[in-house]
């Protein structure tokens, strides 16, 4: 079984998914204009406004970015990222962040139209409400809803928590030899209290660590960075040199840098997918503009920070070309090590712990407002205790079979995503088109 689900897992994960993820966000990029482009310092201002970081009684507009950087923000910023540069090569990085950079127009359009979508005084929506009120015709829209509303409902079980429990486990086991039962016991308790809280205190939660842990971590990356400066200028070179020469589309190892840099790119950013959006749509403030760009600079920090960053680490270390077989978050380990000693494995470890369990909480209100979506309003406390227990189960198991159900899940929930991002890619550019002056003046609001 696992074999089969493995296969259609890497058939729908090929070429055609790839080249409509990426095909949509520079179609996005273009009809918009390159305002995501233009407009990327201002968005980024806009988190120091009053009115992004305060909310009236439900969860701020940065609160929810932060919500949804705690699902984006997990192991393949980390592992992901390891595993790109094994299979593709150094110029693998500049794919990521093409993709990213392309992958911002799909992000604000996806958040935007979420907010655009709810009715007023809703704080609670997403894709799946997008499609069943603006896609025609209405039955059509309705049925990409549901669709788009079960995969999630898996996808949460899957990637956003057994895998993710399971990577704490191994990492905290390899570290510091803290048995797998005790990491499983720990983040089982630790979600369940947390998620029976709701949105509130899954908000405070992901506030709290997004911070610390990004933080945590691009200090170490960038101590590793600097204690290799002087490999740095040979190793961005190589990494252009792959990614842009002749061979990079045509084929080859080059070839293989495009493909695995776009899917880790997405992978990373989720931009596209549509989980981000279910987080915007339960920020406070009706402006959908706002809520677009806001969770656009997300994704931008994602990729274009975290993960460059740790592929600069990885590149400038020397450790692709001397780590023997080493994959994943060992070979970033190895990175760590050569400037930070044992110390550096240790470190990678606790981030690993950190950001599987921020991307645990992330995803639990994703996926509880999916179920929601399908049951109308049921089964909500059921769906936290099993999610809790998902999370304990995850920690302890082997997960060939989750994986693969979790890749599966995440790409079929991507593609009516992205036909609705098409479908409404007229709306999306009018809603930026309006606030556009007030994001390139920086203004407070």
């Not at 929810?64 to 299979?87: F, K, W």
């Amino acid at each position: 079984m696992t074999e089969s689900l493995t296969a259609l897992s890497a058939k729908l994960w090929g070429a055609p998914l790839l080249a409509l993820l990426l095909g949509t966000g520079i179609f996005l990029t273009v009809r918009t204009g390159f305002g995501t482009w233009r407009n990327l310092p201002g968005a980024c201002a806009l988190l120091l406004s009053p009115g992004v970081r305060h909310s009236d009684g439900g969860i701020s507009p940065l609160a929810a970015l932060m919500t949804a950087l705690a699902s984006t923000l997990g192991t393949g910023n980390i592992v992901g990222v390891a595993t790109a540069l094994t299979a593709g090569g150094p110029g693998a990085l500049v794919w990521m962040e093409i993709s990213a950079l392309f992958g911002l127009a799909a992000k604000f359009s996806e958040c935007a139209l979420a907010v655009r979508f709810r009715r007023r005084g809703e704080r609670s929506g997403g894709p799946m409400v997008v499609m069943a009120r603006g896609v025609r015709p209405r039955l059509l829209g309705r049925a990409m809803g549901g669709a788009f509303a079960l995969f999630a409902v898996g996808a949460s079980f899957g990637m956003g928590n057994m895998a993710q429990t399971n990577a704490m486990a191994t990492a905290l086991e390899a570290a510091f030899s803290v048995p797998p039962w005790v990491t499983a016991a720990a983040a089982g308790l630790a979600t369940l209290a947390v998620i029976r809280g709701g949105i509130g205190r899954i908000a405070g939660a992901s506030g709290f660590l997004v911070p610390l842990m990004a933080l945590g971590y691009l200090g170490g990356a960038g101590a590793v960075i600097i204690g290799h400066w002087q490999a740095l200028p040979a190793a961005v070179g190589q990494m252009f040199a792959q990614a842009l020469g002749p061979e990079a589309v045509l084929g080859g190892a080059a070839g293989a840098a495009m493909r695995y840099g776009v899917a880790r790119g997405i992978f990373s950013n989720e931009a596209g997918m549509g989980s981000a959006a279910i987080a915007a749509a339960a920020a406070d403030g009706d402006c959908p503009a706002l809520h677009g760009y806001i969770n656009m600079v997300g994704a931008f920090f994602d990729t274009c920070v975290v993960c460059t960053v740790t592929g600069l680490a990885i590149c400038c270390s020397g450790v692709l070309e001397t780590a023997n077989g080493a994959d994943g978050a060992a070979l970033t380990i190895l990175a760590f090590e050569s400037v930070l000693g044992r110390w550096g494995g240790a470190l990678v470890a606790v981030c690993v712990a950190l950001f599987s369990f921020s991307s645990v909480l992330g995803w639990a209100y994703q996926g509880e407002t999916a179920l929601v979506y399908l049951t109308g309003g049921r089964g909500r406390m059921l769906y936290r205790r099993a999610f809790a227990l998902a999370a304990f189960v995850g920690a302890v198991s082997r997960l060939e079979t989750v994986f693969a159900l979790s890749d599966i899940c995440n790409a079929l929930m991507a593609v009516p995503n992205l036909l609705c991002l098409l479908a409404l890619s007229a709306t999306a550019a009018r809603e930026m088109e309006a606030f556009e002056p007030a994001v390139r003046k920086r203004k407070k609001l």
